[in-house]
């Protein structure tokens, strides 16, 4: 229906229920004579007298009286359900939709909305495991996670973790039939486990940096995976070395089942990031989830 035959409707409506074209203009804010154009527009349409006009009143014909029962609760529904999502800007309810890694979802997503979540029961979450870089907005994600903050001009980037390092870590076991390696370089003699980039499918270089020299290391292995749980089992299983994010090796570093090579090359970067359009409206739901999310130190 054109738009137009809405507020036809709308005058039609008004006319008939309050049986004065006078009252209906006041109740609406609009001239009598827009109102009475707009009720001639809609008797022309549909080809029926819709009202009975006379001097002194103003009352609506059978055709009129039956699409007055008819419209008025469908109208009465489409103003309880704008009213209903109108309330959605002041209360954290909805489903968001995240993509972000394993990792991020293990070690940051989940254990800071977990303890958020009982206190919304009308928010919905739901957290999709990609390794790849997202593209939020073609795949309709609400919000993505990826380490660094290095993002597009539209997106808005929130950190949710610290800084974090890497560790490139073996097995005692491995180490006791091959040397340590004090540079990287000495890499090209080791057996190295790869991580395949989901985003364009090339190995990932691995980049260490010391002063002022910086390195992309490429190494070789028997085994090639995509995701880091999966480098990090190999490494325990004494396949050789792997590059793996320092948090997660550190147990198994403490207990001594896995051995750390080239500590001081491993620098700093920008932890998990959430991110989102900068032009999108934040609900109240995207606001609970990003403020239970963001990362400062005070609160760390």
Request: net charge negative; hydrophobic share 40%.
């Amino acid at each position: 229906m054109p738009v137009g035959s809405y507020s036809d409707l709308l005058a039609f409506i008004a006319v008939a229920q309050e049986r004065s074209f006078t009252r209906a203009a006041a109740q609406l804010g609009v001239s009598q004579s827009a109102l009475s154009h707009n009720v001639r527009a809609l008797e022309a349409r549909m080809g029926v007298r819709l009202l009975t006009r006379t001097t002194r009143s103003v009352s609506p014909t059978e055709a009129g009286e039956r699409l007055l029962e008819s419209v008025v609760p469908q109208f009465g529904g489409i103003e309880a359900e704008l009213a209903a999502v109108g309330e959605l800007r002041d209360k954290a309810a909805g489903t968001i939709r995240i993509s972000a890694s394993e990792n991020a979802v293990n070690s940051v997503l989940w254990p800071k909305l977990a303890s958020i979540l009982p206190k919304y029961p009308d928010l919905n979450v739901e957290m999709s495991v990609d390794h790849r870089y997202t593209d939020i907005v073609k795949e309709r994600y609400d919000m993505g996670v990826r380490l660094g903050d290095e993002l597009a001009r539209d997106m808005t980037a929130v950190p949710i973790s610290p800084s974090m390092r890497v560790a490139i870590v073996g097995t005692p076991d491995y180490f006791s039939r091959h040397l340590p390696p004090e540079h990287p370089q000495d890499l090209s003699s080791h057996q190295c486990i790869n991580l395949r980039l989901m985003s364009h499918g090339e190995l990932y270089a691995w980049e260490f940096r010391k002063g002022d020299q910086q390195i992309n290391a490429r190494v070789s292995g028997q085994l090639t995976f995509n995701g880091p749980t999966q480098i990090l089992q190999a490494a325990l299983a004494g396949f050789g070395l792997g590059l793996v994010l320092e948090q997660n090796a550190a147990p198994y570093i403490a207990t001594g089942e896995l051995c750390r090579v080239l500590a001081d090359w491993c620098p700093e970067f920008p932890g998990y990031h959430l991110y989102y359009p900068n032009r999108q409206q934040l609900s109240r739901a995207m606001t609970v989830v990003i403020d239970a999310l963001r990362y400062s130190p005070d609160n760390a």
